[in-house]
Nanobody
Framework: QVQLVESGGGLVQPGGSLRLSCAAS????????VGWYRQAPGKQRELVVT???FGSITYAGRFTISKDNAKNTAYLQIDSLMPEDTAVYYC??????????WGQGTQVTVSS
């Protein structure tokens, strides 16, 4: 069983930046694909960005996902935050064999 713990969320002003962390237990992290998702109030959970198991960093516009296998941790950097980025952000690990694991989520609120 893999445990995931997200952190780094909070209240930030429009135009600011945040870096979210997703710490994983166990030794399978380096073999896992990682994805960051978000769910805004009243909306379905949506994919933000993913990174394959062998990747170290992927850029997707204002979102940057990175993976540090030595620390068993994935990160999501969000720049130029906008109010519509307000959501609970979740990380997901997809491990060899097809199992996937979710964290509990971290709240990001963008407001002045």
């Amino acid at each position: 069983q893999v445990q995931l713990v997200e952190s780094g969320g909070g209240l930030v002003q429009p135009g600011g930046s945040l870096r979210l962390s997703c710490a994983a237990s166990g030794s399978i992290f380096r073999f896992a694909n990682v994805g960051w998702y978000r769910q805004a109030p009243g909306k379905q959970r949506e994919l933000v960005v993913t990174i394959p198991s062998f990747g170290s960093i992927t850029y997707a516009g204002r979102f940057t996902i990175s993976k540090d296998n030595a620390k068993n941790t994935a990160y999501l950097q969000i720049d130029s935050l906008m109010p519509e980025d307000t959501a609970v952000y979740y990380c997901r690990l997809e491990v060899p064999g097809g199992n996937s694991y979710w964290g509990q989520g971290t709240q990001v609120t963008v407001s002045s």
